[in-house]
Each structure stands twice: as structure tokens, then as C-alpha cells.
């Protein structure tokens, strides 16, 4: 099971860690996507965290580079996102999925993605 949460309301320039966390699986052995979804768009990829076991590489959407980090924490089995100077079109509901191929790697596509979390809001408006 994936849990996305953290998300909210927030004023434009604030910021939001979002958390997704596993249980049943490793999420070190996959890699982990985070998607958006805003009102009337298509779900989009726009960050990745690969697995351990290929090189751990990140990766983050030039709509979010250095605004947004991904990062996981293997003991508490979760990944998270920092999300930083937030913009009214960070508005979107956000979910985090797994490619639960052995050794997957960003990027990730949501076509590819076997196992999805339940979203989280974020609304970014003043």
C-alpha cells in the first residue's frame, strides 16, 4: 500500500513536504514517481526517485527544477517531496506510484506504473 500525504493550502511563495509511505514492500527495490493532476489536465510525471539497486538517480520536471527536491528516507520506508516557492499553478492533486519492475529507474511514465496511492491536495493560492 502507498500513502501520499502532507498536502494543503498554501500561499504563493510557502512551501509543502509531501510524504509517500509503503508498507508491504520496499520502496528502496522500485522506483517511486510523483504525479499531478490539475483540474481538467492529464495526471502528469513531473519527479522520480529510481531504485537502490540501479543508481538512485532523481529526477525533476523543468516546470519544478529547483523548486521541488525528491528524497527518500529507507528506514522509514517513505519518499518525499519538498516542494518550495509554490506557485498558484502547483495547484493540483499529487500522487505518488510505484514501477514494481526489480530495479527500476526515472524516468517513469504513467502507463508504466503498477501501484498507485491515494492523492494528496495542494492548493496554492493566496
Known amino acids: 500500500q502507498l500513502q501520499a500525504s502532507g498536502g494543503g493550502l498554501v500561499q504563493p511563495g510557502g512551501s509543502l513536504r509531501l510524504s509517500c509511505a509503503a508498507s508491504?514492500?520496499?520502496?528502496?527495490?522500485?522506483?517511486i514517481g510523483w504525479f499531478r493532476q490539475a483540474p481538467g489536465k492529464e495526471r502528469e510525471a513531473f519527479s522520480c526517485?529510481?531504485?537502490?539497486?540501479?543508481?538512485?538517480?532523481?529526477y525533476v520536471a523543468d516546470s519544478v527544477k529547483g523548486r521541488f527536491t525528491i528524497s527518500r528516507d529507507n528506514a522509514k520506508n517513505t519518499v518525499y517531496l519538498q516542494m518550495n516557492s509554490l506557485k498558484p499553478e502547483d495547484t493540483a492533486v499529487y500522487y505518488c506510484a510505484a514501477d514494481l519492475r526489480p530495479g527500476s529507474s526515472c524516468p517513469v511514465v504513467r502507463n508504466g506504473m503498477d501501484y498507485w496511492g491515494k492523492g494528496t491536495q495542494v492548493t496554492v493560492s493566496s
Open positions: 526517485i529510481s531504485s537502490s539497486s540501479s543508481d538512485g538517480s532523481t
Open positions: 508491504g514492500f520496499k520502496l528502496d527495490y522500485y522506483a
